[in-house]
């Protein structure tokens, strides 16, 4: 057999989907994107700039009060703080991006 | 006519990007049946290919704003088919143990006549026969006579490297012909 009947015969291979596959994706599509749309969260740049204005103002805070209250207080404290709630910005920014590679995958 | 296609391609998905379910909708109706005959060399049923492939139009709808014009559409778009079936070959094989897709031929259906061979019993016989290929070898040929894919492209889709896509193609351009010769007899000569 040469190249052309080859590809004669592997065109009439060709499978074709069910009549309503195309209206059954577009269904499915539009469940997926009003169940999605109901548990949307903030984009991701609200969230970052969420993170560090919560860091910052709640480190003023924690040092204002407790430089107050606390007659030893060691400023690192505060310090160690914010470190941990960039902990947990860098932590809400992995599961982000993993969510999305298994949405890709 | 290459071009030509690329182009109507990348109007239609630039019209998806803005938000355009009616240029989805052609999308899918133009790439649905060549997508399910891709999945069907790597899943070989056709209902579960059928269902796999819906999840793909889904992903490929969501994942549509990343797509940067560097490849033609059709390359990306079978990229994620053929990803998603091998991932979905992988699950299965962990969960349920599969039949190998080397089935015994069934002799009884050879056809008793060349005028009796109809264009759909074409079909199903030169199926049947794409069925009886190693994955790879199916996948490649169909990507390479159906999707006219070049053998880059199939690289960038596959990953195969060329050498292994030229054995494959060279392979199973022989084999059909020998599974085609073995259901049909002479009558292979009348499928063209």
Redesign the interface.
């Known amino acids: 057999m040469n190249e052309n009947d080859i590809k004669k015969i592997i065109k009439k291979s060709k499978v074709k989907t069910k009549a309503d596959f195309t209206d059954n994706v577009l269904t499915k599509l539009e469940a997926e994107c009003s169940t999605r749309s109901s548990i949307k969260l903030w984009p991701l740049h609200q969230i970052i700039l969420g993170f560090v204005a919560f860091t910052v103002i709640s480190g003023f805070l924690f040092y204002g009060l407790s430089k107050n209250y606390i007659p030893d207080f060691n400023p690192i404290v505060p310090l160690l703080w914010a470190l941990m709630v960039l902990l947990g910005l860098n932590y809400v920014l992995g599961l982000s991006k993993q969510r999305n590679l298994a949405d890709f995958k | 006519m290459v071009d030509n296609v690329a182009d109507k391609d990348s109007e239609l998905v630039h019209q998806v990007q803005n938000g355009d ?1 009616q240029a ?2 052609i999308l ?2 133009l790439y ?3 997508s ?2 891709l999945a ?1 060399s790597i899943i070989k049923d ?1 209902h579960l290919a ?1 269902d796999i ?2 999840d793909v ?3 490929v ?3 549509i704003g990343t797509f940067k014009f560097r490849s033609k559409f059709s390359t990306w778009m079978y990229k994620i088919v053929v ?2 079936c091998y ?1 979905e070959l992988k699950r299965q094989r962990n969960t349920v143990p599969i039949e190998e897709n080397e089935k015994p031929f069934d002799h009884t259906t050879s056809p008793e006549g060349s005028d009796k061979l109809t264009f759909e019993d ?2 199903a016989y ?2 049947k ?2 069925q009886q290929l190693k994955t790879d070898e199916a996948l490649v ?2 990507l390479f ?2 999707c006219e894919m070049s053998l880059k492209e199939i690289e960038a889709i596959t990953k195969f490297k060329a050498s292994k896509i030229r054995v494959d193609l060279h392979r199973g ?1 022989k084999n ?2 020998e599974q ?1 010769r073995q259901l049909l007899g002479d009558e292979t000569k009348h ?2």
Request: no cysteine; aromatic share 10%; net charge positive.
């Open positions: 379910m989805f909708r899918v109706d649905k049946d060549k399910l005959s069907i056709e059928e492939l819906q139009f889904i992903k709808y969501k994942k990803n998603t991932n074409q079909k030169i199926q026969g794409m040929l169909r006579y159906l351009r059909l012909e085609l499928l063209l």
